[in-house]
């Protein structure tokens, strides 16, 4: 298993490494179901209501969930043959999703369609720059996507924001989540939490274990949640 999403505590959306997909009804989980015989794996998915999910792949194909069954697997980032490489996705309603790539590349959805690629974050020849990896999209007007040189970005529907350092650390564990605009958490691979407030950002050592934090949750300003390689969990209560 690769990627969860819960948009309610009645509903859940999980995919795993060989293609498949799970859903959990508030006390049950369905059995896995094949809906990506891709060679790339699934790698992201993110529910905005138990009636609607995306997931991407390691490929460049995306699918999307209505509720009751899965599209088929969509092409949307060839990246010039070298396969899309999708590392995340998140929406913030069923109109308004977007994705990242490793390839330094962001795509919208608008309920029907997806937009070609975009770069937001070129290679500028720095060790993981460019690779994106993880992408948070609190409203349909704020993402906030961070890649594996300690870069952060910020979307207002409109454009991106030119990559800005935020962490000297690098690697592909970089995970980002905000609860909104004035509020974001990203973790890097060396146990550092680093937290917006809408302006700047600050950073805190929380993991002395030093596994890396490959996923954190922030479902409001005051709670997040984040799991490390090495089977730790860790919670956060907001601003002391």
Known sequence: LVSVSCPSSSFCATVDALGNALTYTGT???????????????????????????????????????????????????????????????????SMCVAVDGYGN?????????SSPQTIDPDSGALDAGYLTS????????????????????????????????????????????SGSSF???????????????TAWSSQSIDPHINGIPSVSCPTRSFCAAVDAGDYALTYAGPK
């Open 184 to 198: 974001c958490v990203a973790l890097d691979p060396n146990g550092n939490a680093l937290t917006y407030n809408g």
């Open 106 to 114: 962001a795509l919208t959805y608008n309920g029907t369609a997806w």
């Open 28 to 94: 049950t989980w369905s059995q896995p179901q094949s809906i990506d015989p891709s060679p790339g794996s699934l790698s992201s998915v993110w529910c905005s209501s138990r009636s609607f999910c995306a997931a991407v792949d390691m490929s460049g194909n995306t699918l999307t969930y209505n509720g009751t069954k899965w599209s088929s697997p969509r092409s949307i980032d060839l990246n010039q043959g070298r396969g899309g490489n999708l590392e995340s996705v998140s929406c913030s309603t069923s």
């Open 135 to 178: 992408v948070s999209c609190p409203s349909n007007s704020f993402c906030m996507a961070v890649d594996g040189a300690g870069n952060a970005l910020t979307y207002n529907r409109t454009a991106w924001s030119s990559p800005q350092s935020i962490d000297n650390n690098r690697g592909n564990g970089y995970s980002v989540s905000c």
